[in-house]
Structures are given as C-alpha cells and as structure tokens.
C-alpha cells in the first residue's frame, strides 16, 4: 500500500493494572507514518475511523501535539471540499443557481462571485486547507465549551481537537453523488460523538450533547464571531475537570 | 492528600492561578489570529450586511440563537465601535475583546516556548462552570428581549 509497504499493527493493550493512572495508548496509523509510510498510513486511518470507529479512539493518544492530528484534517478535509465544490459546479451547470434564488441587492451582487462559477470554485479549492484549519478550530473551542459546560472535559483541548481531526475521515463520503454531503455532515457527527467518549472517558450522551445541542442553540452560521467567543471561553476553562 | 487539597495548593488560596506552560499550546494567540481574519474578511466583504438571514435557528422559530448579532459585533469592533458591538451581542463581544490580551500574551510568551494556561481548583471550576451557563442564558435572554 505505502512505500514501505508495511502494515500497521498496534501494539497489544496492557495487561490491567491496579493503578488508578490511565493506560497509554497505543497511537494511530497516522503516528506512525514515518514507519508504515504516509499514503499507508493515510489511508489505513482513514478505513480505520470509518469503519472501527470505536477502537480507533480508545487507541487515540489524547496528547503529543496538534501537528499530525491538524495535517490529517486538513488533508482529508480538503480532499472532501474540493469534490464537494467540483459537485456543486456540476449540478449547477446543469439545474441552474440556487443562490438566484435569494434576491438582488448591492451586497448579493459583491458575494456573488464568491458563490458561484468558475471564480468560486478556485477560490474554494485554493482556500480550502485555510478554511478547513479555520474550521477544525472553531468547532473544536464550541464542542469543548460545550464539553465543560456538561462536566464532560475530562481531557484538554487536544484530546477534542485531535477527535475532531480525525472525525474528518467522514469528509471522504462527500464522493458519493447527490447526498455525499449529507451524509458526510451526519456521519462526522457519529465519529465525534464516539470520539468524544473514547478520549475523553465519558458516556456518549454527553459527548452527543456536546456536540449536538451547538447545532441547535448556536446555528453555527453567524460567521464563526460568536463560535470564537464560546471558544475562547472553552480555553479559558480548559482546566476545569 | 486529597485531590481537592492537592488541586487546592496548584492554583494556590483563591482557587485559581494564570501559569505560562512549557510546549503549551497558543490558543489565545491562535484563537486571536482567526477572530482577526473573520474580522477582516466580515469587514471587507460586508457580510454583516446580507440581504437574508443565515440562521437556520431564526429561519425556523423566529426567534435568534445564542449567537446572532455575532457577525455584526464582529464588523463593528474591527470599527472600534465597541459599544455597538457590545450591543450586538454582549458575549460574543466580550469573548472577542477577551482574545486581544489573551492572544498578546501568549504571543510575548511563544518566543520561550510557553503558553498561557488557566488553571482553576475544583472549587473556582465549578463557580465558572455555573457562571459561564448563566452568562449564555442572559445573553441570549437579551439578543431575544432586543431582537437581534
């Protein structure tokens, strides 16, 4: 599969211990890509997350930096963009805009290049990794605060943020014509849940009111403003247990 | 020694302590860089100005979410109006302002390889756990009661 062509195989669990200090775990694919080699390593995450979603995150180290869990979002989430985006230009070339929809104005007309036609799509897929970190970022302060709000942060930060990156193995879905987004959207909100009570060692109804109920109350659609603020107050708390 | 206790002698007698961590991660500084962009691009693309309302929440009941008037308190600070956006939305303001310092500091901190960290007792967690929610709650009974 990788240039090195080996497997990854992760280590075998520790034998149960009668201390209270948690296990480590025994890491990722993706951590180990200097060994298995990158596109192996890539690609078994991937499957593993997609499919063993589980034992992907009880295995997870929920420390060790953001560098390899942030290059892995942004690979796969821009992966999942950029299909996106050349979808959309396809299903409007053939059924017409959408956005026409919304009205004329002054302001409409300046976003309008920004939305639609070949401008837009290169935009996307040039901004794409940029609004993908933005992205990862955000949404990890808003699960976070969420996450302590709900007694539910047990681990820091990083422990949210590399679930959320790895979540974004659900971006690949976005292939599937017509209902690839939907689908990826609800199925990365399936692998944060599971993420979720894995790293953090919580039942997965708090992990999925964590990330649930941002959905509802703060629509996550008012420019990311509001999200950076509940963020920064996740932060702030981040070491509340 | 108790956990309480222990925790207790880590953030000292009032329960909490601001500590520059080694290898930390820069969050406020992070944090700070994207609330400058959104600002940036929120200001130069005029998308506090859209002729329609992209809050599915206010779409459906009428009513704004939690974070509503974001967008506009956002353009308004890259303004300097901190009074209107302060009007806007009052949390999101406030968090916004709060990532200004916080940023500053872990950037001086990040040439020593540090980073700001909060660290509160079991105490001090749970009085800013309770007083985040209040917070969220009267700030979204005030965008409800102005209408945003």
New interface residues.
Partial sequence: MGPQGAAFEPPPPAPPSPLTRPQPRPGTPWEDRGRIGFVSALVETTLRVLTKPSSFFASMPVAGGIGGPLLYGILVGTLGVVVAALYREIFQALLGSTVAGLGSSDELRRIMPFLMGGFGLVLQVVFAPIFVTLGLFIVTAVVHVFLLMLGGARRGFEATFRVMCYSEAAAVLNVVPLCGGLISGAYFLVLAIIGLAGAHGIGKGTAAAAVLLPLVFLCCCCAGAGLLAFGGLASLLSQVK | MSADAA?RLETGPAGFALKAVPGG?P??A??AG??A???A??AL???D????T?????FATGWP???????R??ARLFHADLAGAWGM?P??????M??LP?GAADLALLARGRAL????G?AA?RA??VA??AA?AAN?AYLVAAGR
């Fill in positions: 925790a991660l969050l406020g992070i944090l994207i609330a962009l959104a600002a691009a929120v693309l005029h998308l100005a859209l002729p329609f992209v809050c599915v929440f206010k979410c939690a974070t509503c008037g974001s967008t308190a956002l939305n949390l999101a303001a406030t968090g916004m709060a990532l916080w960290r909060l660290e509160l079991p967690a800013a756990r985040v929610v969220v979204w």
